[in-house]
């Protein structure tokens, strides 16, 4: 499973905040958006990262080594 682009995710929601505020101009309203968001959401994305990568380790370690790398319906990983 591939990790999450953090950068590529907070400047996606960075557009979508940009486009709301200004619909949200044009309608007349004001826009807060609130300022813990971005760690909120960075926190989350560390934690499943690091989640993915622990389930990655503890896989390797219980796997015997004739086994890595034989999903049975799944991505193929490939091992030198």
Not at 31 to 55: C, E, G, R, Y
Request: hydrophobic content about 40%; glycine content about 4%.
């Amino acid at each position: 499973m591939n990790a999450i682009d953090q950068n590529r995710l907070l400047q996606m929601r960075a557009a979508i905040v940009s486009q709301n505020q200004a619909l949200q101009r044009a309608a007349g309203l004001e826009s807060q958006a609130p300022s813990s968001f971005t760690q909120s959401l960075s926190d989350a994305v560390q934690a499943v990262n690091a989640q993915q990568a622990k389930a990655s380790e503890l896989s390797a370690a219980y796997l015997p080594r004739s086994v890595r790398g034989q999903h049975h319906g799944a991505a193929r990983r490939f091992h030198p």
